[in-house]
């Protein structure tokens, strides 16, 4: 069908006088051209049902043909249609024209101005199939152009009949066309219209709103930063519509940019709350990976949630629509601010999106205000917190440095309180490396004064923990350590004593570790900053000089005092005082225990008894006579008896100090008894040979023994060792009383004769009663001797004498003792120095020897072997005495053991005599 109407730019034609058509036409005018208010898809409906009623229409479909963002055409923008109930569909989101031939075909013609006009019958295929679906049978597409420019076409459909339009039918269709077309287009104009004003509304809503929100953030303020952010960034949300506004900073590190949330706006939670913790410090390539590129060239993101490659990540955070608007600070990219409706799928439109950039930006610019306000008012702070912490430093350094006379603990208590109440700090703890690296020992405590040693820490093993932190300070490295965050056996450990934050502090000296020094808060959680640690550092620097330098005088007083000790105890050895030797060891052991703190001192002399080393005690030194140990377990003891493990260590030349609690338990058992808690025991060697050991025992105290309390008693010992050896050669040369000439030893027994003890018993008796000192005799007779020799012969007889003298003489160990022949089968022994304890042991060692022995006499009435009885005489010595009381009283009681039964000893002390 050709162009049936003249083209012109008016929407209405000159119609033909049809009254129909006319009627119908003037009616559609009527409620098209002057409705008002109306609801515009009733006035369509109403419009349009005339037209279609007079042209026999079943559907009337009004296109309009504007281009797209995407390169396509617009499709019906408004349908009206018969047979669904006379149902009006009005679409604002209009549908896109299909690509096709017969669109293409129809189009052409109608962008001429001409009409279109089909019948189905008359279609070709591609119409046939492309109108088909529809269901008309025959349609006119009339062309609407507006102000000489194709607007779009009105298609007219019958979906009975199938009859051909007439030229009247045509030409009214046309009119219908444009005034259809026209009131869309007024419609529309006017929609335009009250949305530009609603926009512009909206726009000027949105400005009043970031203008408001500007002079709260840009304002002076006594509420909180947070209170403050609540109120703006509210006005804000609320503009937009949103629930949850964030501010994101960015980090570059090595391996890219990171990201942090630093403020967060939920109105659920009523405004400003924390930022999310696994939010802090979150790379980009693990958030948001498709972000970084975006927002770092400027590109905001504006979409619903769905259609983002993030979408899953987002709907775990409920998001459901968001706005992220990057921000730049001096032209870099600084972080980004998100926007989000948790409610409802949209995207937000132009002008929302550019008002969302500057509220971006300005709450961006509030939240680094606020972090430079906040920073500047640490770093002022922290200049007031230096400023004290130095104070503080002042006067400990000048408590410390300038002290004259005063105590110890007074000084160092002045001299930390300061620190400790700059830093906040409960307690400061000195410990000093001992034993050979092997632990820690506290030498020093203060918990806001001086305070007692703690007993659980006097010793600290270098085990688990410690030997980590061991490791650590070896290093020269500080700990600085809040106890939460420390593995648990760390943590399990400190927090025994209350620790919850702690510092250490290694010292060295000459460059190897003396030890640390922990400053302990007992109060708060907390990592030591950079302030407190300059300030701890000095502080424990300061306190370790000080505790070293009191060291140091206390170890050159002590030193002195331990050299005076020893000159004394050096100038008592060296008097020449005849009798005085045992007084002056004497003296000097009490001295040295004086001075050093001890409580006993044993000097032990070794000797050999059947191979088996054994030790006697000799000189025993105790102001407490409940110390002071049983003589019958003090001569000849095999060493395993005297102290397991002791003689190896001993011949190695080691000295023996520990605390008790320390030792082995076979040694423990032995040493607890006696009530030791702490001993130093020192070998003295004699000209290369093992002589013996000294002994100092303290039963107060558990202490760790100096090197110089060591080196002392080692030059004691070995003084009064060899004071003894001297004493020991003196007396047996003045024993011996070698002349030239003279003869000395029975010739049988080859032990002393009777010479002997008649030239040298009363000068031994005038030396001890210069120091009124002990003298025992032993007068020794065999049971039975002379039916032995009557039974076994003389020949016999010499040899029983032989082995009882020899026997007798290893029993006395003593240099200073001797044994004599007195004559026949009788002995005698000589024991200076020997009260009646060491006497009746002597003579008990004497009958069980003798029996050991094991001399067959079956005349013996009192045993099958050979057996002898003994008479004791012991006394202190005057010189009144003389020695035939002595041989007397001790040969009366060799007579009453011999009435008495034989093979028995019997006492008498000169006292009771």
């Known amino acids: 069908m050709g162009n049936e109407i003249s083209e012109n730019n008016t929407f209405l034609p000159v119609l033909e006088p049809q009254n129909s058509f006319s009627n119908a036409l003037n009616k559609s005018i009527e409620i098209l051209a002057f409705y008002n208010k109306e609801n515009f898809k009733e006035v369509m409906f109403n419009g349009l049902a005339p037209i279609a009623s007079a042209a026999g229409l079943d559907r009337i479909v009004i296109f309009d043909y504007i281009k797209t963002s995407d390169g396509k055409h617009r499709g019906h923008v408004y349908r009206w249609n018969k047979t669904e109930d006379n149902a009006v569909d009005f679409k604002e989101n209009q549908e896109t024209l ?11 013609c109608l962008k001429n101005n001409e009409s279109v006009f ?8 591609e119409e046939k199939n492309f109108i088909g679906p529809s269901g008309a049978r025959s349609i006119f597409l009339s062309p609407v152009f507006l102000n000489e420019k194709f607007w779009g076409a009105v298609i007219f459909e019958d979906h009975v009949k199938g009859f051909e339009y007439s030229k009247d039918c045509a030409g009214f269709l046309r009119a219908a066309a444009y005034m259809a077309s026209a009131a869309i287009i007024r419609q529309e104009k006017a929609r335009d219209e009250e949305q530009a004003a609603d926009k512009l509304s909206y726009r000027e809503k949105m400005l009043v709103t970031l203008n408001k929100a500007s002079i709260i953030f840009l304002s002076q303020h006594k509420e909180s930063f947070e209170d403050m952010m609540t109120a703006g960034v509210t006005l804000i949300a609320d503009v937009f519509h949103l629930d949850r506004i964030s501010v994101w900073k960015n980090t570059e590190k090595p391996d890219g940019l990171y990201v942090s949330q630093i403020y967060r706006w939920h109105k659920q939670s009523g405004g400003t709350t924390m930022p999310m913790p696994e939010f802090i410090d979150v790379s980009y390539a693990i958030f948001m990976s498709s972000w970084e590129s975006i927002l770092s060239n400027g590109e905001p993101i504006n979409s619903f949630v769905n259609s983002l490659p993030e979408a899953e990540t987002l709907k775990s955070l409920g998001i459901v629509s968001l706005f992220v608007a990057p921000v730049f600070i001096s032209n870099s990219f600084w972080g980004f601010v998100i926007f989000e409706d948790l409610n409802m799928v949209r995207t937000f439109n132009e002008d929302s999106t550019e008002m969302m950039k500057s509220a971006a930006f300005l709450c961006a610019n509030t939240v680094i205000m606020n972090e430079k306000t906040i920073s500047i008012r640490e770093n002022t702070l922290k200049l007031k917190r230096r400023e ?10 000048i408590t410390l440095i300038s002290h004259n006379e005063e105590k110890f603990d007074d000084v160092m208590n002045l001299g930390l309180q300061p620190v400790g109440e700059a830093a906040g700090i409960d307690r400061i703890a000195v410990y000093k490396l001992l034993d050979n690296d092997k632990k820690f020992g506290q030498i020093y405590l203060w918990q806001g004064e001086s305070a007692p040693l703690d007993e659980e820490l006097r010793e600290v093993p270098l085990d688990s923990a410690v ?10 490295e500080n700990i600085n350590a809040n106890v939460k965050d420390m593995p648990k056996d760390e943590a399990d450990w400190l927090s025994r004593f209350g620790v919850k934050a702690i510092y250490f502090v290694p010292i060295f000296t000459h460059g190897n570790i003396w030890g640390v020094i922990t400053m302990e808060d007992h109060t708060n959680y907390r990592v030591f900053d950079e302030e407190c640690i300059d300030l701890l550092q000095s502080a424990a620097h300061l306190c370790a000089d000080t505790v070293l330098h ?59 008894i059947e191979d088996v080393v054994c030790g006697t005690l000799f000189y025993e030194w105790t102001d407490n006579e409940n110390l002071r140990q049983s003589r019958d377990t003090t001569v000849g003891i095999p060493f395993g008896k005297i102290m397991p493990g002791w003689e190896e260590l001993l011949l190695q030349g080691k000295t023996i100090l520990s605390l008790v609690n320390n030792m082995p338990e076979p040694i423990r058992q032995q040493l607890v008894p006696r009530g030791i808690l702490s001993i130093i025991v020192v070998p003295v060697f004699i000209n290369n040979q093992f002589w013996g050991f000294v002994g100092f025992d303290d039963c107060q105290h558990e202490r760790i023994f100096s090197q110089n309390e060591e080196t002392i008693v080692n030059s004691a010992a070995k003084l009064w060792a060899g004071a003894m050896v001297r004493a020991e050669m003196e007396n047996e040369i003045q024993l011996l009383g070698i002349e030239a000439g003279k003869v000395y030893y029975d010739a049988l027994t080859n032990i002393y004769n009777r010479r002997f003890l008649n030239e040298n018993l009363n000068s031994i008796m005038r030396t001890l009663s210069r120091s009124n000192g ?13 039916l032995y020799n009557d039974t076994y012969g003389h020949g016999e007889g010499d040899k029983c004498l032989v082995t009882i003298a020899q026997t007798i003489v290893k029993s006395v160990t003593r240099t200073s003792d001797f044994v004599v022949r007195y004559g026949g089968e009788e002995f005698m022994v000589v024991l200076p120095n020997t009260d009646e304890n060491g006497a009746c042991m002597l003579a008990e060692k004497i009958l069980e020897s003798v029996r050991a022995c094991g001399i067959p006499h079956k005349e013996n009435k009192v045993a099958d072997c050979v057996t002898v009885s003994i008479g004791v005489m012991t006394g202190k010595v005057s010189h009144l005495d003389n020695p035939d009381v002595f041989i007397k009283v001790a040969d009366e009681m060799l007579y009453k053991s011999k009435n008495n039964g034989r093979n028995m000893y019997t006492f008498k002390n000169k006292v009771s005599s």
Do not use: P
Not at 98 to 108: H, K, L, P, Q, T
Not at 569 to 598: C, D, H, P, W
């Open 98 to 108: 299909s690509d096709s031939i017969v669109i293409e075909d129809w189009f052409s």
């Open 118 to 125: 089909r019948r189905y019958k008359d279609m070709n295929d």
């Open 388 to 397: 004290i912490m130095l104070q503080a430093l002042n006067k400990m350094a």
């Open 467 to 476: 030997l980590r932190w061991m490791e650590i300070v070896n290093r020269g």
């Open 550 to 608: 009191f060291e140091m005088e206390l170890e050159t007083e002590q030193k002195n005092k331990l050299l005076s000790a020893l000159n004394h105890v050096s100038a008592t050895m060296l008097q020449k005082e005849t009798g005085s030797f045992g007084k002056s060891i004497y003296e000097g052991m009490r001295f040295l225990a004086e001075t050093l703190n001890f409580d006993r001192i044993c000097i032990w002399k070794n000797s050999k």
């Open 774 to 786: 002990w003298l025992s005799l032993m007068m020794i007779d065999i049971d039975f001797f002379k």
